[in-house]
């Protein structure tokens, strides 16, 4: 049985982290789902920035934006939402079979808006209707600013993929929100069942600490991460408060394990997928991650649901020195940072595209 097969037989759930046009137009995608057991897909402004950067597949849809009162931002979701929801096509018939568990895609929301959750609650809102597909997740920063729109979104019955946490405090506050907003539902006699998940970031911890711990430790930081907010997960899931919530017609919200391309060209190109094999949970990969899991993958042990996998790492990373706590913080807000860079980066390039389609 193929690796990629074996790991959705375990309980874990494979999304693509990436969307082209060409994907979409050379039926790679399709392949994907049929061959490499692929159920749903994310994105996010760099990821778009990339594909019309080094691209001509959206030229024609470019052309066809540039008509009198349109904006860069207006004409950059035009040409997302024909993608996602062509994927979000593809993807329906697992979002059927699965009643709604799987088979989602994600489309972020300007990233200029975090701060102000009336304004995020509205584009996640009319986002979500022009896409009009069951299976589309508006993505969300978990930042401290995002909390409330996060809540207000779920109370408002939009699906939600909560980006940009970095670790276990982070995935907690953002859980909290998801769950707020759900028993506001249950509480105005509304349907609890709004799906979201919760992404953690990996990688960016090792690049993070490389250079800056010992050669033991190199590399494990962003595992032990994910172990313990898996940990926390779980914890809350066995929660008295969400046991509630269920019985009352709630489905959990997912920790989605994103950022797990490897970065060190020393280390395993899976390492951030064996190491994170948990039922009940997403990894998101990157192409190269995917490939490679599929040609040569292991589906070995699973994560512990205590936690107890992590601890020695984390304390002996903080024995060298390493604030988790604070750098924690510093790469959320780094996060945030590039991805405000990255939605400029983008709306430069329709904008130069544009004006030569003029």
Do not use: C
Not at 147 to 153: G, H, V
Not at 159 to 175: E, G, H, M
Not at 192 to 211: E, K, Q
Request: no cysteine.
């Amino acid at each position: 049985m193929q690796a990629t097969k074996r790991l959705s037989s375990a309980g874990q759930s494979i999304w693509l982290d990436n969307i082209t046009r060409d994907l979409l137009l050379t039926g790679t995608l399709e392949q994907y789902i049929r061959d490499l057991s692929v159920t749903g897909l994310t994105s996010n402004p760099s990821i778009f920035d990339n594909a019309l950067r080094h691209g001509t597949a959206y030229d024609t849809s470019l052309r066809a934006s540039t008509r009198p009162g349109i904006s860069h931002d207006e004409a950059f979701f035009e040409l997302a939402l024909e993608d996602i929801t062509r994927a979000a096509d593809l993807f329906r018939p697992i979002h059927e079979r699965t009643a709604g568990v799987d088979g989602w895609v994600s489309l972020e929301v300007s990233p200029l808006l975090t701060s102000d959750a009336k304004s995020t609650l509205a584009e996640a809102k009319d986002l979500h209707t022009r896409a009009n597909r069951p299976n589309l997740f508006i993505k969300i920063p978990g930042t401290a600013d995002g909390l409330e729109a996060i809540e207000e979104s779920i109370f408002a019955g939009i699906p939600i993929n909560v980006t940009l946490l970095f670790s276990a405090k982070q995935y907690r506050a953002a859980a909290g929100a998801w769950l707020r907003g759900v028993e506001r539902r249950i509480e105005a006699g509304l349907n609890p069942n709004v799906a979201s998940v919760a992404s953690l970031f990996v990688s960016r911890w090792d690049v993070a600490v490389a250079g800056k711990v010992s050669p033991s430790l190199e590399n494990k930081l962003g595992i032990a991460v994910a172990q313990e907010a898996y940990a926390a997960y779980s914890m809350l899931l066995k929660s008295a408060r969400w046991q509630r919530a269920q019985n009352a017609g709630a489905r959990p919200q997912r920790l989605l394990f994103a950022s797990t391309g490897t970065k060190d060209p020393k280390a395993s190109d899976v390492l951030y997928v064996k190491g994170l094999i948990a039922p009940l949970t997403v990894n998101t990969m990157p192409e190269k991650t995917l490939q490679a899991f599929s040609a040569h993958g292991e589906v070995g042990r699973e994560l512990s649901p205590d936690g107890e996998d992590s601890a020695d790492v984390l304390r002996n990373i903080a024995r060298s020195g390493i604030d988790l706590e604070s750098l924690a913080a510093r790469l959320q807000e780094e996060g945030a940072a590039a991805f405000v860079t990255a939605w400029h980066d983008l709306l430069g390039v329709i904008a130069s595209k544009t004006a030569v389609a003029a």
